[in-house]
Every structure is written in structure tokens, then in C-alpha cells.
């Protein structure tokens, strides 16, 4: 919506440009960048999500492998000596989330017309 009433958009209309056109060569190439930034950030915080509910026990099913499921089945096991049953899940979990966020932040960067 906000694409939709900037200045390129408005003098396209006012040279009759049909609007399938002004969608595809200016609002989709304009809106295309913050969707797939948003996208690639909330991805990680999907996972992390995941991951919280099934440490809670109510995310996936108990046989069903999830990083989350694994914290929480090494939690009962930290204090008995065994503490890298919590310590790999936790850390995968750490850089995955990491990662993809990184991910989002180089895709921002690459992408802002701004910054060329």
C-alpha cells in the first residue's frame, strides 16, 4: 500500500501505463526486498519458537526429532555428569538461529538500493 502511492507509481498512471505493468516492473521489484528480509528473519525466530514450545512439551510430539525435544530430554541428565546431552542440542540450536539471521542481515544489506 505504501508502494502504491509513491511518485514513480502515480506518474506511471498518469501516462496510462496499464496497472499489470506497474505491478510487475514497479511495485513487485520495490516490495520484493523487504518481504524476503522479513521473511528470511522470521524464519529464525519460527525455529526458536519451535524450539521453546517443544522444550515446554507442547510443541512436536515426543517422537518426533525437534532440537528443542532433545534440550529437554538432556536437561534430565545435566547434573548427573552427563552435560554435553544438553550442551550440542543447545548449541546447533544457537547457531542455526544465528545463521539465519545473519542470513537476513546480509540479504538487507546486499539488496538496499541505498547502500550502492
Not at 521473511?39 to 512436536?60: D, K, Q, R, W, Y
Not at 510430539?61 to 525435544?69: A, I, V
Not at 547434573?79 to 547457531?95: K, N
Request: glycine content about 8%; hydrophobic content about 50%.
Amino acid at each position: 500500500m505504501v508502494e502504491r502511492n509513491k511518485e514513480y507509481v502515480q506518474a506511471a498512471r498518469l501516462i496510462r501505463v496499464p496497472t499489470w505493468r506497474i505491478l510487475v516492473k514497479h511495485i513487485l521489484p520495490n516490495t520484493t526486498t523487504p518481504l524476503l528480509v522479513t521473511a528470511t528473519l522470521n524464519f529464525g525466530l519460527g525455529i526458536l519458537i519451535e524450539a521453546t514450545l517443544s522444550f515446554l512439551g507442547v510443541g512436536m510430539p515426543p517422537e518426533q526429532p525437534s532440537l528443542g525435544t532433545l534440550i529437554r530430554i538432556g536437561n534430565q541428565y545435566l547434573f548427573s555428569g552427563q552435560w554435553w546431552i544438553v550442551l550440542f542440542p543447545g548449541l546447533q540450536l544457537c547457531l542455526l538461529v544465528v545463521s539465519i539471521n545473519v542470513l537476513g542481515d546480509w540479504l538487507r544489506d546486499a539488496l538496499n538500493p541505498k547502500l550502492r
